[in-house]
């Protein structure tokens, strides 16, 4: 039985796909690799492990960049209207991993600076948010790898408890800060590491949303609750 000319360009487009999916789930696996790492360094106090973790960061990005062109060459063998969701969700939500990495960076260079003061009690409450984050954003890659909406939105709408984590940390750090002037400069390092934290979930919700958009389309998401009230914290 001969097989037509246009099943094996199906074939081919599908399996050029699914190598595409894998790869940004890898780069994603990194980019939270880099997170937990980050998070790691902030309690061993090691500050060439935090280099470390700040030079790796260019592998991500490097990833990122080839992934693209991927894309692009992908979007060259003419889509029809799911393939264009693909590879608009190829493009954008490498770019949300590639943040990702960067955060995590950024957390571990506040860590240096870290390390040269005494411990504060809330590196603990710094590590939880991180872990949910952590978790937010391997949620957020087994979603997209399986192609599950459901467990998307599920992550989306599981947004509202890292915001009031973050919301928590962020008071208790000023409330620190106001009882002694001394903590001022430590506490305004966790304070910028726990946003990079919070972000690092908003990029989480990112994709989430665009694997909602890859199986569903336009169809309007429901709408969520966000918790992050720092904006509203009275700091007089």
Known sequence: MNTHPNDHIVRSYDEEQHRLVAEIVRMGEMSV??????LDVIERRDE???RRIIANDE???ALEQ????DVMRLALRGPMARDLREILAGLRIPADIERIGDYAA????????LAAVPPLPQVQGLRALGRLAAQQVRRALD?????????AQALREDDARLDAQYTALFRELLTYMMEDPRNITPCTHLLFMAKNLERIGDHATNIAENVWFLVHGDAPLPPREKRDETSTVDHT
């Not at 080839?66 to 062109?69: A, T, V």
């Not at 950024?106 to 600076?113: Q, T």
């Not at 979603?143 to 467990?151: F, K």
Request: charged share 25%.
């Open 66 to 69: 080839q992934i693209s062109h």
């Open 33 to 38: 690799a880099q997170l937990e790492a980050a």
């Open 143 to 151: 979603a997209y790898r399986d192609n599950d909406a459901e467990a």
């Open 48 to 50: 060439s492990a935090a």
């Open 59 to 61: 592998a991500i990005d």
């Open 106 to 113: 950024n957390v571990a260079k506040r860590s240096i600076a």
